[in-house]
């Protein structure tokens, strides 16, 4: 990938973001019905097992992404790109919420915690020796954080997300797991270690249905630190432009 490809990063990952009927599908499934079976207690525990389950579910889709960054860590740039971009779909150009928020703290900490020690080198049009395999399976990553973002919204508001909506997102999230299992070897090589980062990472979401600001709106300083090097990469770019246009 050159410099050259930079004005269509968006570009490189629009096949990867996901569809507005997808996104109306998923928002039906997870829904609960106005004419819920529950009774009143019934429903109070099942609000509590579904908060539970969301919050190991946050935990799960961390650590997935936790080990797609080492995956694509032999190129610092494929890393941030696609973090990046997990953001900007996923995410909806946003990086607020407590889904959102979260994942990207737990971004951070594997970049400052494991990668950014090893001094890897950051390259303009750098890609990864694992970007194309990665992007066969890159659609459960927005899935992901799309649709859990849906699920905590509708209990934080007092609903009942439906079972097949908690059944839909498990499948998803399994065929994640099983695209990085086929890819595991090349992670862990890369230093990725699950039960380490889990135990790190578990107090981030324990608190996702808690008064946490400081996890829903990650300071604009923090986010602009890590994404530095793509940000220059895209100024020179869109200088270098601008100065072809002039015939400089």
Known sequence: MSSSDMPIISKQFELMSMT???????????????????TLGTKEKQKHKQKEEAVQLGVELSLFV????????????SMLVFCFWLFKYAGKRNFDGPV???????????FETYIKPKNGVYKDGGKSSQWEQFKTFSYQFSFGVRVLARIVSIL???GLVKPSGFKHYNQELKKLEEHLRSVKDVSEANGFAREAIESSIFHLWKSLFEATPEMIHPSKTKVLELFRPLLN????????????????
């Open 20 to 38: 507005d009927r997808v996104l109306r599908h998923n928002k039906r499934l997870l829904q609960e019905s106005r004419y819920s079976p529950y």
């Open 66 to 77: 936790a080990e797609a960054m080492f995956l694509l860590s032999d190129d610092i740039r």
């Open 100 to 110: 959102v928020g979260r994942v990207f703290y737990v971004i951070q900490y594997v």
């Open 156 to 158: 934080e508001i007092g």
């Open 233 to 248: 990469e895209a100024s020179l770019e869109t200088c270098s432009r601008h100065l072809t246009s002039l015939g400089i």
